[in-house]
């Protein structure tokens, strides 16, 4: 639990590096990113790793995977509008977290997005926060823990929508870790899948 702690302390401090308006002007977010989920994912994947056991390369998991990401863009597509909808300043944040692309290549942010953030991010949270969380406790537990610590990393970006897009995103992830611990190629799948999507092929 001591080296979870120290984990957790770790994404707290790379997260809010990344997302806080006070440090904004001195990093570049997509840099950030990549450097901070590639360094949990190894420290993820010292002290547990034997998570590449559960990742199965099979036509079924490639299909969930799609099928999952496919579903969460659905998910947010509706989020969205409803959003709009009832709070003024819904769209207006929505813009901010899309303008963090601004002047960098798309290809390079699918890329990263695709091949490194997506997947080491699923490694982290799910391979081991929420793995060791359920063997601690219990899987649902291990979810909902797990669910509102990736939440509370995205609190320093004072983006309620970034927020609420954390813990949705989040909870769907954790949900099919929870009910498919041993289809964890489909989830990392889905989240590089999503992460494209969202930010450079289907922007919401």
Partial sequence: MKKLVIALLLAAILWTIMF???????VNFWYMMTASAATLAVYATCVRPGWWKQVKCTTSE?????????????????????????FDFARPQVDMIYGMKTGESPWLLGG???????????IFWRGYVQHTLSACY?????????????TLVHVASCNFMLI????VAGAVWGLCYRLFPNRFG???LSHALWDVAVFVVFPI
Avoid: C, H
């Fill in 62 to 86: 490639l299909l969930l995977g799609i099928a999952v990401a496919s579903a969460l863009w659905g998910i947010f597509w509706v989020g969205d509008r409803l959003a709009a909808w009832m």
């Fill in 164 to 167: 609420m897009a954390a813990l």
């Fill in 20 to 26: 806080s308006p006070l440090t904004a002007p001195w």
């Fill in 112 to 122: 990263l997005m695709l091949l490194l953030i997506g997947p080491a991010e699923e």
């Fill in 138 to 150: 219990n899987p649902d537990k291990g979810l909902i823990i797990t669910t509102l610590l990736y």
């Fill in 186 to 188: 489909a989830i990392i």
